[in-house]
T-cell receptor, first 112, second 111 residues
Framework: DAEITQSPRHKITETGRQVTLACHQT?????MFWYRQDLGHGLRLIHY???????NKGEVSDGYSVSRSNTEDLPLTLESAASSQTSVYFC???????????FGDGTRLSIL | SQQGEEDPQALSIQEGENATMNCSYKTSINNLQWYRQNSGRGLVHLILIRSNEREKHSGRLRVTLDTSKKSSSLLITASRAADTASYFCATAPEYGNKLVFGAGTILRVKS
């Protein structure tokens, strides 16, 4: 069965470090998304991609970057981790840009 | 900014009762979707309703859409303890190309 996997599931790091969260999907979807989920804010879009070599900023993109070198993967990088980036991060993919999304189980990131 | 706003923020009911959650949005849409999130897991798609549809059913789920009021409701009938989760609506704006999620409703079903 097709799936979307995120790794690691949990990570603790220090402020100022670079962190990369992995997202891998086997749906063969062109569209991939990164969200962060915080209490009181629901899901907020960080970055998204409509295909290989395409990336776009979402509503909370400052301090984050993505790259899309193939269909299956969209890694999310925190260039210099800040305590405000402590959150749960979700990756999702979809067949059409505003269609049904399939989510990974998230990465819980703590920045100390 | 959030397009969809769920109401109530939290809901606690007894097993066997019906649960109703509402979603309001601001701009015209192509479709509206409902998702469930169990604790510690990712969101799971439940149902999609298009702007030209008024009602849709899937098992114990019933979704309605009123585009004149820019609102939708999700009804879960005969709730079970396993329905305990957060429920989110997501809207696909008519002139946009990505979903916008609301803040969600936390549903607790007591057995």
């Amino acid at each position: 069965d097709a799936e979307i996997t995120q790794s690691p599931r949990h990570k603790i790091t220090e402020t100022g470090r670079q962190v990369t969260l992995a997202c891998h999907q086997t749906w063969n979807h062109n569209n991939m998304f990164w969200y962060r989920q915080d209490l009181g804010h629901g899901l907020r879009l960080i970055h998204y991609s409509y295909g290989v070599h395409d990336t776009n900023k979402g509503e909370v993109s400052d301090g984050y970057s993505v790259s899309r070198s193939n269909t299956e993967d969209l890694p999310l990088t925190l260039e210099s981790a800040a305590s405000s980036q402590t959150s749960v991060y979700f990756c999702a993919s979809s067949d059409t840009p505003a269609g049904t999304q399939h989510f990974g189980d998230g990465t819980r990131l703590s920045i100390l | 900014s959030q397009q969809g706003e769920e109401d109530p923020q939290a809901l606690s009911i007894q097993e066997g009762e019906n649960a109703t959650m509402n979603c309001s949005y601001k701009t015209s849409i192509n479709n509206l979707q409902w998702y469930r999130q169990n604790s510690g897991r990712g969101l799971v798609h439940l149902i999609l309703i298009r702007s030209n549809e008024r009602e849709k059913h899937s098992g114990r789920l019933r979704v309605t859409l009123d585009t004149s009021k820019k609102s939708s409701s999700l009804l879960i009938t005969a709730s079970r303890a396993a329905d305990t989760a957060s429920y989110f609506c997501a809207t696909a704006p008519e002139y946009g190309n990505k979903l916008v999620f609301g803040a969600g409703t936390i549903l607790r079903v007591k057995s």
